[in-house]
């Protein structure tokens, strides 16, 4: 190794930058040099010698002696903590913690030995400050004054643990696991919508005793067709989509004069036989017809009472649903080639100086994307009311998506913490051999930290103010994240390293306040200890059955599942359990050229890890020694009241395996290969199932009814 290349990868690491992993496979693997410099000019920071690297340090150090206070303090309740604050040397300081409340506490000077240092011709000492533990939890406020120099900054106390669990107590819950958009009824506009969740909970917790609905990502994509199919893809992760507006249901369609009226009903004449297909769905058409609807109700004339609540809305989402209004209006006129000079250069940079003037002009459009959210807010509160009123504990479990589009609302919006010329990815695993891009730009860890993590705050408060549950896709993006280098390929990037402590400790704090249970995807590669942090922090993990093996790669017994967990058979990126004992999905990632190794290795590899789980099956009486092509629901039961005999908190039940389909919703590394997330629900025989006929359905009432006693057996 050169000099520059150690220079290079000593400095990756105090950054944060891994320079080397471990892969699946258990191979250790080196980060190419040329990654290692894109990542760091990514950071902010280029380096083309050693030189460089003494240049950065030196940089770093002068604007941490520079600042009095850190851009925010995040701690622990539970633990004393201890702030460093930097003054000029023997000057007088006074720090305290400000609460919510207004009330103040001056915080104790510690020892600090620090020796002073020189930063631009003065000479600068340090003091440390220590947070007592027993704060209440808050986002507050530390205050710094030394002489005539001040400081603030966000001081964030954070639970041990969240609790909300609790108050599952020992009953443990059934939910369902369903794809929203894919579940209409005769009512739909082609796609499954917010109405659709409100009665599919309604049906679950009334009819089956079901505690919870997971559905996927709501997160809005694009204001205007085409839009991305993927709801892992949004243009947002903070606003969801108008395409689940059930648009009679807004207030104003009851008070809309004829004509209005019937022009909606033409759109949804347009849209409807789309509700009877189950080949595909096309949100493009949908999302077209729903757009014409929304602008008739949006110009009907709302009462005192209603325009109050819509300022109400508006005030409490503050500035990000306004810019979040705004850059929908500039994307609409760009998709119709209007934008003007100055609006293009407004879109191009959120920071331009014609950005007020620009909101001024299109504020009529940016009213009814207001507008929209604010339908889309009510409609969830409606959905989550009448899960809980037809008996679910939890009612809706909402997914947040681990990154946005590079061209989207929050890739404008928050351009000054995301990470440009990088995607968000992952490194090769056994089901994706040749890695995934999933084309996400993502956080910078320094530039979250000095927004104080506010925009990661504002984000979890909208998605959870709807939300029983929240489930995190790829949990360990808090703790690491893949990033890869625009031109490279997958497998070619490197892990970025985030404050943990920060992210977790922060989404605790918003979950506790909301009474929201958190549910991580922890699945992938990880280090051990990662897990135990979590479960330390009140947050479950995700145990997927045929990937629970021990040490030898042999099935885990049910008593040695996790009990903080969301249990299930399978998940959106694998097929329905059907399709999944037929080897579907080994078939279909051959025809995509998607294997590394001979079909028939493949195929045989496959084969023999569901046997050794239909072995265990039967060990433990569950399913008969010898089971044929028609007993496929049988297992599929079986392999459900496996998981009802774990401890596990939650145990969900895909809605796929409820109603026997075997098409898979998403397939991994997959683009225009495969329709991807548009997928229709149908049963076995491909016939659609509506939300209505889930109420009667005798194949999720068989398959319900087991995980029920299933669980009275545990």
């Not at 622990?76 to 007088?92: I, L, M, N, Q």
């Not at 009334?206 to 990502?217: E, K, T």
């Not at 306004?322 to 006129?333: I, Q, S, T, V």
């Not at 078939?587 to 789980?613: K, Y």
Request: aromatic share 6%.
């Amino acid at each position: 190794m050169d000099q520059h290349s150690s220079a290079l990868r000593d400095l990756a690491r105090e950054l944060g930058v891994g320079t080397d992993y471990q892969g699946w496979d258990g191979a250790h693997h080196a980060v190419a040099d040329d990654t290692l410099a894109a990542v760091l000019r990514a950071l902010g920071h280029e380096i083309t010698d050693e030189h460089d690297a003494e240049r950065i340090r030196s940089a770093r150090e002068t604007a941490l002696w520079s600042r009095m206070l850190p851009p925010v303090v995040v701690v622990r309740e539970d633990c004393e903590s201890t702030v460093a604050v930097h003054v000029d040397e023997g000057a007088a300081l006074v720090v305290e913690a400000v609460l919510e409340d207004g009330s103040t506490h001056a915080l104790a000077q510690g020892r600090d030995d620090t020796p002073a240092r020189e930063i631009d011709g003065r000479l600068r000492g340090q003091a440390t400050f220590t947070i007592p533990g027993g704060l209440p939890l808050g986002w507050h406020r530390l205050r710094a004054r030394s002489g005539e120099d001040t400081a603030a900054c966000d001081l964030v106390v954070t639970p041990h643990r969240v609790t909300v669990q609790e108050k599952l107590g020992d009953r443990r819950a059934i939910g369902i696991q369903a794809q929203l958009y894919s579940v209409r009824s005769d009512r739909s506009w082609g796609i499954g919508d917010l109405a659709d969740a409100r009665d599919l909970s309604a049906i679950l917790g009334r009819r089956h005793g079901a505690d919870f609905l997971l559905v996927n990502p709501l997160h809005a994509s694009e204001p205007v067709p085409p839009v991305e199919p993927s709801p892992y893809l949004p243009v947002t992760r903070r606003f969801p989509s108008a395409l689940y507006l059930r648009i009679e249901d807004v207030a104003e369609y009851a008070t809309a004069p004829d004509h209005a009226r019937q022009r909606i009903a033409l759109e949804r004449a347009g849209v409807a036989p789309w509700n009877d297909r189950a080949d595909a769905l096309d949100r493009d058409d949908v999302l077209a017809a729903k757009l014409v609807a929304i602008e008739e109700l949006f110009a009907q004339p709302r009462s005192a009472g209603r325009q109050a609540l819509f300022e109400a809305y508006r005030a409490s989402e503050g500035p990000g649903l306004e810019d979040f209004a705004l850059w929908c209006a500039l994307a609409e006129r760009e998709r119709a080639g209007t934008l003007t000079p100055a609006q293009r250069r407004v879109l191009e940079d959120s920071s331009a100086p014609e950005l007020e003037e620009v909101r001024l002009e299109l504020s009529g459009r940016i009213d009814l994307h207001a507008w929209v959210q604010w339908q889309l807010d009510q409609q969830l509160t409606a959905a989550q009311a009448a899960a809980h009123d037809a008996g679910m504990r939890i009612g809706l479990m909402h997914d947040l998506a681990v990154g946005v589009t590079q061209q989207g609302a929050d890739a404008w919006r928050l351009a000054h913490v995301l990470a440009h010329g990088m995607a968000v990815g992952a490194p090769a695993d056994q089901y994706n051999q040749q890695g995934q891009d999933w084309g996400q730009p993502p956080w910078r860890p320094d530039a979250l930290a000095e927004a104080g993590y506010r925009p990661w705050r504002d984000m979890l408060r909208s998605l959870m103010r709807h939300a029983g549950a929240l489930r995190i896709d790829h949990v360990l993006g808090l703790f690491r994240l893949w990033w890869i280098p625009q031109g490279n390929r997958a497998s070619e990037g490197a892990y970025v390293f985030y404050d943990h402590e920060a992210m977790i400790g922060i989404l605790a704090l918003e979950a506790q306040r909301s009474g929201t249970l958190v549910i991580g995807e922890d699945l992938g590669t990880f280090e051990p200890w990662v897990r135990d942090y979590l479960a330390d922090r009140g947050i479950l993990g995700t145990s997927i059955l045929w990937f629970e093996n021990d040490a030898e790669g042999r099935p885990l017994p049910p008593s040695a599942y996790r009990r903080l967990c969301l249990a299930s058979v399978n998940t959106h990126d694998l097929p329905p359990t059907a399709g999944y004992l037929a080897g579907d999905h080994v078939e279909l990632r051959n025809r995509l050229g998607l294997l590394e190794r001979p079909l028939e290795e493949e195929l045989a590899t496959d084969e023999a890890a569901r046997q050794r789980v239909l072995d265990a099956l039967r060990a433990e009486r569950l399913l008969p020694e010898h089971r044929g092509e028609s007993e496929v629901e049988d297992t599929i039961i079986a392999l459900h009241r496996h998981l009802a005999h774990t401890p596990s908190l939650l145990i969900g039940v895909s809605l796929v395996d409820c109603v026997g389909e075997r098409r898979i919703q998403n397939q991994p590394g997959t683009d225009e290969e495969y329709p991807n997330w548009r997928v229709p629900l149908a049963d076995a025989e491909g016939r659609v199932v509506t939300v209505d006929a889930i109420a009667e359905d005798p194949r999720t009432e068989r398959l319900l009814r087991a995980v029920r006693e299933g669980l009275t057996e545990a």
